[in-house]
Every structure is written in structure tokens, then in C-alpha cells.
């Protein structure tokens, strides 16, 4: 069981800020003082969780083995703890304090677990997708900074899931990496490039973290998006994604949208359905601000 009831409840819990204290003091003399200070709110926050809600020792050894389950690696390389701070918010809420340092930017969005370093080098007009099938999408994006000036050479990281919601990393027959890419952008700050649009899905949910999502009644599902990261010395680094405009998992105040919390309204988009070049394509006609 995910946890199980806990007896005794009702009781009075015994006092515990004189441990707290000794544990805070025990930290006086850590040199760097953002490390002290992170520490020390960690055990605060610790002590008053496992007072609050009275934890029995089972419970406690329940939430270590499931840490290190979470962070236990798999067979095909993974482990679970970004998706855990994914599906908790708290990737999306350091998102968002990131954020708010650079205001004039574009939306960031949460970077999640399929980002590999070092995507093969593509030329513009490129298409990404490996022969895969879809309906085929052309990116036409122009990168800027905040005064909308154009961003030449900017590098520029894409990566997105294949129709059925599977990215390169899941899919073992094939070969080489594909629906990921890097481009740089042209004089003008654009890039251009075909691949697929991307469709909904559930995030990895055969291991702990999927367990956690059934055992509180939540579904696994991402809304349709395109990953990117973006960089250029001299400027902000923007981790962005664009999400299809009318695709499931979007309504970010049901509380039973995107599974990570990572929708933002302004990161919204229109993939406009479009006939040329390709019949039944869709276009994304971006700006990002630097
Ligand atoms: C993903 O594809 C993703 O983008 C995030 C943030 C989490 C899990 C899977
Ligand atoms: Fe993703």
C-alpha cells in the first residue's frame, strides 16, 4: 500500500522544537552561508511535516524506500527524481522564480527528464523527423532580444515527442537520435524547420513515481508541446516549449491539466492547419525574446 492508516491518531503530539534547535545549531558553523541557510529551512520544514502529521516509523521507512526507488537507475537508464520534482510542481515553481529574474523574455518552461546534451547539428529548413509519421509542422521562429532586435546565431535545442508520445530515448529500434536537433539562427534571427506535430502523453508511469500518480487518483498525461532551449553568450538562456492550442491537458485550473504543472498560458499556440507546402500540415509562427 502507498501508506498505510496511521493508529492512534487524535493523540497529542510530543513537542519537538528542542530537537529542531539542536539540529539548526548543529549547522552554525557551515561556511557558506546560502548552504546553512538552505539546510536549515530544509530541517525545519522535515521536523514540523513529521510532527504535523504525527509519522509513524513505517511511514518514514515507506518514504525511503521510495526515494530510492525513485532514484534507483532502470534498465533503460532513467531514474525518476526530475520526474517526481515534476509532478510535485516544484520543477514548475523554480521555473517560474527563474522566470520572473529576466521579465522582459519570454515564458521559460520546465526542461523535463528527455533532454540530451549534444543534439546532431541540423541545417535550416531541415526536417527532424526521421521519416516518422504525423502531420508534418513547419517552424518558422524568430529569436530577438528584449528590445526586438533579431538574435543572430543563437543556438537553438529542439526536442519533441513522435505521434504516439514517445521520444528517441523510449523507442529502442531506432537508430541515432530523432525529433531532436540543434540549429543556429540565420542574420535575421530566424529558423526554420520541419518535423511532426506532437501529440499528448502519459509521462514514464511503470515505475514509483507512476505508482504515486495511481495512488492518489491522478492521471499521467502531458499536453501536446515542442521542447527548446535556447542560448547565445551575452544573452539569457531561455528553456522553453511551445503547446498546440486546443489540445487535451491544457486547462491549467481543473487540477486535471498537464500532469507537470509546466502550461502557461502565453506559451499556448496557435499550429495553424495550412495546405502548402504540405497538405494537411500545420505551421507555428513564433518570436521568442532573448
Ligand atoms: C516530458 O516529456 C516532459 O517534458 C516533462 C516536463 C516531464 C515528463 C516528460
Ligand atoms: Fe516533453
Redesign the pocket.
Known amino acids: 500500500a502507498w501508506a498505510g492508516t496511521r493508529p492512534g491518531g487524535g493523540r497529542t503530539v510530543p513537542d519537538l522544537s528542542w530537537l529542531t534547535a539542536q539540529v539548526v545549531a548543529s549547522f552554525d558553523q557551515a561556511p557558506e552561508p546560502r548552504v546553512k541557510q538552505l539546510v536549515t529551512d530544509l530541517v525545519r520544514h522535515l521536523h514540523h511535516y513529521v510532527r504535523v502529521n504525527d509519522v509513524t516509523q513505517a511511514e518514514w521507512q515507506y518514504a525511503i524506500d521510495f526515494l530510492t526507488r525513485a532514484g534507483h537507475i532502470t534498465d533503460d537508464k532513467r531514474q525518476e527524481f ?2 517526481l520534482s ?1 509532478v510535485l510542481g516544484v ?1 514548475s515553481a523554480v521555473d517560474v522564480l527563474t522566470n520572473s529574474r529576466t521579465p522582459d523574455t519570454t515564458a521559460s518552461a ?5 533532454y540530451v546534451e549534444g543534439p546532431p547539428v541540423a541545417e535550416q529548413g531541415a526536417d527532424i523527423s526521421g521519416g516518422l509519421p504525423g502531420t508534418p509542422l513547419w517552424s518558422d521562429i524568430r529569436v530577438t532580444d528584449v528590445d526586438g532586435a533579431p538574435v543572430p546565431g543563437a543556438v537553438v535545442d529542439v526536442w519533441q ?1 513522435n505521434e504516439d508520445g514517445y ?1 528517441d530515448v523510449q523507442l529502442p529500434d531506432l537508430e541515432g537520435p530523432v525529433l531532436r536537433a540543434r540549429f543556429h539562427t540565420d542574420d535575421d534571427g530566424r529558423l526554420v524547420f520541419w518535423s511532426i506535430l506532437p501529440s499528448e ?1 502519459p ?2 508511469d511503470d515505475g514509483p513515481v507512476g505508482r504515486m500518480l495511481a495512488a492518489t487518483g491522478r492521471h499521467p498525461w ?1 499536453a501536446p ?1 515542442l ?1 527548446f532551449m535556447i542560448s547565445k553568450p551575452g544573452y539569457s538562456q531561455l528553456i522553453t ?1 511551445l503547446f498546440v492550442r486546443g489540445g487535451p491537458y491544457l486547462d491549467t485550473s481543473a487540477g486535471r491539466g498537464d500532469t ?1 504543472f ?1 502550461v502557461k498560458d502565453e506559451l499556448v499556440v496557435d499550429f495553424v492547419p495550412r495546405q502548402d507546402p504540405a497538405p494537411d500540415g500545420r505551421l507555428i509562427d513564433g518570436e521568442w525574446r532573448l
Open positions: 526530475v520526474l515534476d520543477s520546465v526542461l523535463g527528464p528527455f515527442s521520444y502523453y509521462i514514464p502531458r508541446h521542447h516549449q507537470v509546466g
